[in-house]
Nanobody, 125 residues
Framework: QVQLVESGGGLVQAGGSLRLSCAASGRTFSRFVMGWFRQAPGKEREFVAAISWSGGSTHYADYVKGRFTISRDNAKNTVYLQMNSLKPEDTAVYYC??????????????????WGQGTQVTVSS
């Protein structure tokens, strides 16, 4: 079992930045592909970014590429999402997720086994 706890959400003006953190406890963190997803009201959960076990490979959704950066610190059992140049359309609840099978970066939320409770990000125009 893995427990994931997100933090760092909040209210920011368009063009601003936030850094989300996701602290993991339980099983060996370094053997999980980690992902970030988001869900806006009335919309389906959508992929944001994923990172491999070692952090050497990353994958981003087109709508955040060049603005968001995913990283991890396996010594601290933490994954991060640095969000720059935020837009109002980035407003959503952001979820951290862990995938326990294969070191493959997946954008499909059903392939992730563990989820955090989410943290709200609101970008004002």
């Amino acid at each position: 079992q893995v427990q994931l706890v997100e933090s760092g959400g909040g209210l920011v003006q368009a063009g601003g930045s936030l850094r989300l953190s996701c602290a993991a406890s339980g099983r060996t963190f370094s053997r999980f592909v980690m992902g970030w997803f988001r869900q806006a009201p009335g919309k389906e959960r959508e992929f944001v970014a994923a990172i491999s076990w070692s952090g050497g490979s990353t994958h981003y959704a087109d709508y955040v590429k060049g603005r968001f950066t995913i990283s991890r610190d396996n010594a601290k059992n933490t994954v991060y999402l640095q969000m720059n140049s935020l837009k109002p359309e980035d407003t959503a609840v952001y979820y951290c997720a862990a995938r326990s099978t294969e070191n493959l970066l997946s954008s499909r939320y059903r392939t992730y086994d563990y989820w955090g409770q989410g943290t709200q990000v609101t970008v004002s125009s």
